[in-house]
Nanobody, 119 residues
Framework: QVQLIESGGGLVQAGGSLRLSCAVSGRTFSRYDMGWFRQAPGKEREFVAV????????YNTDAVKGRFTISRDNANDTVYLQLNSLKLEDTAVYYC????????????WGQGTQVTVSS
C-alpha cells in the first residue's frame, strides 16, 4: 500500500523560506505524477503545483507567482516543494498527493504538514 509522508513544515516569518519534502513508499514512484496542494483555515483545498512522471511542471500561478519550486528525486522516491518569499496568506496545511494529471485523479495523499507564516 502506498504511503506518503510530508515533512519540513513549521513557523516562519513573512519573507522567509521553507522546503517541504514528501517521501513515498509502496509504489513505483517514477511512474506517477506528484502534486502539492494546500488548505488554509476555513477555505477549500487548492492546487499548488504538480510535477509529472515526465518531469514537466505546472503551477497555480495565481497562488505561487514564481515563489515556489516543485522538484522530484526519483532515486529517493521524494518530491519537494521549495517555498520562498512566504506571505501570511501562504499559511495552510500542505499535502502531497500521487496520481495522474491525465485522469485528474490523485488517489493517494499524505497526512499534511503545517506551514505558518507570521508577520
Amino acid at each position: 500500500q502506498v504511503q506518503l509522508i510530508e515533512s519540513g513544515g513549521g513557523l516562519v516569518q513573512a519573507g522567509g523560506s521553507l522546503r517541504l519534502s514528501c517521501a513515498v513508499s509502496g509504489r513505483t514512484f517514477s511512474r506517477y505524477d506528484m502534486g502539492w496542494f494546500r488548505q488554509a483555515p476555513g477555505k477549500e483545498r487548492e492546487f499548488v503545483a504538480v510535477i509529472r512522471s515526465s518531469g514537466s511542471i505546472r503551477y497555480n500561478t495565481d497562488a505561487v507567482k514564481g515563489r515556489f519550486t516543485i522538484s522530484r528525486d526519483n532515486a529517493n522516491d521524494t518530491v519537494y516543494l521549495q517555498l520562498n518569499s512566504l506571505k501570511l496568506e501562504d499559511t495552510a496545511v500542505y499535502y502531497c498527493a500521487q496520481g495522474s494529471t491525465l485522469t485528474g485523479k490523485f488517489g493517494s495523499w499524505g497526512q499534511g504538514t503545517q506551514v505558518t507564516v507570521s508577520s
